[in-house]
């Protein structure tokens, strides 16, 4: 079957960084993608990672191990802004995106 | 431009009733999907269309119903409602080409269905 594992909420201190875990299990493989999304809003895409290691984008970075099915995402520097649910999204070998739950980011003062 | 816009923003549906949930993109992406939200449960498709003329269920299709006549519309039909349906619907599209497999979203829809 396929399965998303990630932790449910996280908390974090403004200007700290946070490491937010997916482990993954799918049929076929090709890439996972991050998305932010705000209470009551719609996703938006942040990351896309094919190959094995680390992707910088500014504050974000995100990392994928495909042998262990396993991915993260980091943010540095946190805002208060990203205060919002993280969602793990690997896509199948039909290149559909299998979700997870996300995880929820509290940033406190 | 406008991305991928939906209708309405929010209803309140009898149960039994027939309701038409409507998404428009003008990114001339080839692929658009449904997904529904539920509070602790990630997205999950309902039925996708990876071309003009095509579609195909997903994970939760029952009771649901698509068509796509052009590239730019994938209206979702519920035939008959049911307080299970209760939910955030999102309509997104993608590339789905050339290495480009992102999806876009729109802004949902908020169904209750009573």
């Known amino acids: ?109 | 431009i406008a991305g991928i816009t939906q209708a309405p923003t929010s209803q309140i549906l009898a149960a039994g009733r027939r309701m038409t949930l409507r998404c428009t993109q003008d990114m001339r992406h080839n692929a658009m999907y449904w997904y529904r939200q539920d509070l602790g449960l990630g997205l999950r498709l309902i039925h996708y269309s990876n071309t003009a003329g095509t579609t195909g269920k997903g994970e939760v299709p029952d009771g649901y119903s698509v068509s796509r006549a052009n590239t730019d519309d994938f209206p979702l039909t519920l035939a008959s409602a049911v307080p299970s349906q209760t939910s955030v619907y999102f309509c997104a599209s993608s590339e789905a080409a050339g290495g480009n497999y992102e999806q876009y979203f729109g802004p949902g829809t908020r169904l209750t269905v009573t």
């Open chain 1, 1 to 109: 079957g396929q399965n998303i594992d990630q932790p449910t909420e996280m908390t974090a201190t403004e200007g700290a960084i946070v490491q937010i875990n997916c482990t993954y299990q799918t049929s076929g493989f090709n890439g996972l993608f991050w998305y932010q999304q705000h209470a009551g809003e719609a996703p938006t895409f942040l990351s896309y990672n094919v190959l094995d290691g680390l992707e910088e984008k500014g504050r974000f970075s995100s990392f994928l191990s495909r042998s262990k099915g396993y991915s993260y995402l980091l943010l540095k520097e946190l805002q208060m802004k990203d205060s919002a649910s993280y969602l793990c999204a690997p896509m199948d070998s039909n290149y559909q995106l299998i979700w997870g739950a996300g995880t929820k980011l509290i940033i406190k003062p």
